[in-house]
Nanobody
């Protein structure tokens, strides 16, 4: 069974940083393009960033370019999202998922709150 377990969220002030992790099991992680998504209160889930199986290329939503960095450790089956210069509009629940396995269940996500 595929599982995505996100962690690392929390409450930070604007301008702060957080690093999210996503532990993946039940698939051959190293062969899949992986992505981060987020869902803000009252809004639909949206794409944040993706990284291909070998680490290249990557892409980001324009709203996070230059501030967020996606990475992965294929030996540990973990996907990361380094978030710097956080803004209040980054407040959301963050999820990871495979781009190509749409039917897999989503994890619980990890809450990020950016507020002064």
């Amino acid at each position: 069974q595929v599982r995505f377990v996100e962690s690392g969220g929390g409450s930070v002030q604007p301008g702060g940083s957080l690093k999210l992790s996503c532990a993946v099991s039940g698939i051959t992680f190293s062969t899949y393009t992986m992505a981060w998504y987020r869902q803000a209160p009252g809004k639909q889930r949206e794409f944040v960033a993706f990284m291909q199986s070998d680490g290249k290329p990557t892409d980001y939503d324009d709203s996070v370019k230059g501030r967020f960095t996606i990475s992965r450790d294929n030996a540990k089956n973990v996907l990361y999202l380094q978030m710097d210069r956080l803004k209040p509009e980054d407040t959301a629940v963050y999820f990871c998922h495979s781009l190509s396995r749409a039917s897999d269940p989503w994890g619980q996500g990890t809450q990020v709150i950016v507020s002064s």
